[in-house]
Every structure is written in structure tokens, then in C-alpha cells.
């Protein structure tokens, strides 16, 4: 049972940004700090960042000063700005909690030139 979808992705080249978007539903959103995840080919899933029900935000050595999270509370979205992206970003890209028990299909970043 899918209860985030995440978008946003594309194809970028280096250097270049993106806005990542993530809808949850009430059940995952409310009341939980959420993470964005990532998934490099051939790698496994690993966190890059999450935001707590009051804002607080943590960030990996690997892209902290390069990205923003934020959510909007009225929308049950959470965001994952990426600048000066490098083709290390390149992954799929999931949010959930911090104790998933399903995944979303994740969105598609891949930075090229």
C-alpha cells in the first residue's frame, strides 16, 4: 500500500538543481519526522536528510550545504531542494519515515552532461 508518491526528478547536468516533492498521506506525515532517502545503482538506500514535526533538519556529510528540506504541514508535502548537483546525486530518491515498513516508487535523479 503506497502511501507516498515522490516527484520531481529528471535529468540534470552538474552544477544544476532540483525540487524534490513529496506526497504522504495523513497517516505518514502527521506527527513524524521525514526523511528523504536516496539509492545510488548498484548501492543501498541511505539517508540524506530529514525534518521533525518542528522543523529541525539534519543533513549527510554528502549533501549538506547543497540542500534544503522543508514541509508544508496544510499539504502533507515535504521538499528536498538540491543545488550544485554532482553525478555522485545520481539515485532514486524516496521520503518516508524513519521506520519505513513500505517504499514509494521514488523519483528518478540522474546528473549528467
Known amino acids: 500500500q503506497v502511501q507516498v508518491v515522490e516527484s520531481g526528478g529528471g535529468l540534470v547536468q552538474p552544477g544544476g538543481s532540483l525540487r524534490l516533492s513529496c506526497a504522504a498521506s495523513?497517516?505518514?506525515?502527521?506527527?513524524?519526522?521525514i526523511g528523504w532517502y536516496r539509492q545510488p545503482p548498484g548501492k543501498q538506500r541511505e539517508l540524506v536528510a530529514f525534518?521533525?514535526?518542528?522543523?529541525?533538519?539534519n543533513y549527510a556529510d554528502s549533501v549538506k550545504g547543497r540542500s534544503a528540506i522543508s514541509r508544508d504541514n496544510a499539504k502533507y508535502t515535504v521538499y528536498l531542494q538540491m543545488n550544485s548537483l554532482k553525478p555522485e546525486d545520481t539515485a532514486v530518491y524516496y521520503c518516508?519515515?524513519?521506520?519505513?515498513?513500505?517504499w514509494g516508487p521514488g523519483t528518478q535523479v540522474t546528473v549528467s552532461s
Open positions: 518516508n519515515t524513519m521506520s519505513p515498513s513500505s
Open positions: 495523513l497517516s505518514i506525515f502527521r506527527g513524524n519526522t
Open positions: 525534518i521533525t514535526t518542528g522543523g529541525r533538519t
